[in-house]
């Protein structure tokens, strides 16, 4: 049997999630999650050689449905997985300020690039500067636009190499803080 907590929780409180402004996609996320695999997306029926007949209801097919992409998103995970490198790392989140939210909603693509931006940006030139390790890190970063609660909290976080290559290139430690103090 599938795991279906996420579309029980849409389904549990659609009533609340309907009160909440949100953007056109989330929408149409949350009603594909909460319709995946039901009689809502409709049925096919299959008969085998001994005449039983099964049922199947539709997928959504939709890119973050837990139930469509499952085992795309555990793919992706182990190939990502195989990319890091053989070291400790530090998991750092940047985000913005709450009264910059209503200009996120209407220049989410200007906004997402800058935070990305912005945040490569601040870890590589702290961690390239002689006074913390002078290394360059290895990173992986990754958007989130929703917080616990389901409200737009667009947010970044990166996984940072405890380690990096120095300006010698050889591959250098940096120890079990990611800015020690100086």
């Known amino acids: 049997m599938h795991n279906r907590v996420l579309q029980n929780i849409f389904s549990a409180y659609s009533g609340y999630l309907s009160t909440t402004a949100q953007p056109l996609k989330n929408l149409k996320a949350t009603s594909s999650i909460q ?4 009689k809502a997306m409709d049925s096919s029926y299959y008969r085998c050689k ?6 199947q209801h539709h997928s959504c097919r939709h890119r973050i449905c837990p139930l469509c992409s499952g085992r795309k998103r555990l793919q992706w995970v ?11 790392h530090f998991h750092v989140v940047f985000t913005i300020p709450h009264e910059y939210l209503p200009l996120w909603q209407y220049n989410e693509e200007k906004f997402t690039d800058l935070l990305f931006l912005s945040s490569k ?4 030139e702290l961690m390239s500067s002689k006074e913390y390790h002078g290394v360059i890190p290895g990173m ?4 989130h636009t929703w917080g616990r609660q389901l409200t737009l909290h667009p947010h970044i976080h990166c996984l940072i190499t405890a380690s990096g290559m120095s300006l ?3 591959w250098k ?3 079990e803080y990611l800015l020690p103090r100086v």
Not at 35 to 38: F, N, P, S
Not at 50 to 55: A, C, L, R, S, Y
Not at 78 to 88: C, I, N
Not at 121 to 124: H, K, Q, S
């Open 140 to 143: 992986l970063m990754a958007l």
């Open 173 to 175: 430690e940096t120890g």
């Open 121 to 124: 940006d601040t870890l590589l």
């Open 35 to 38: 319709e995946c695999r039901t």
């Open 78 to 88: 182990d190939h990502q997985r195989r990319k890091l490198f053989d070291t400790e």
């Open 50 to 55: 001994q005449n039983h007949i099964t049922k």
């Open 168 to 170: 010698k290139e050889t």
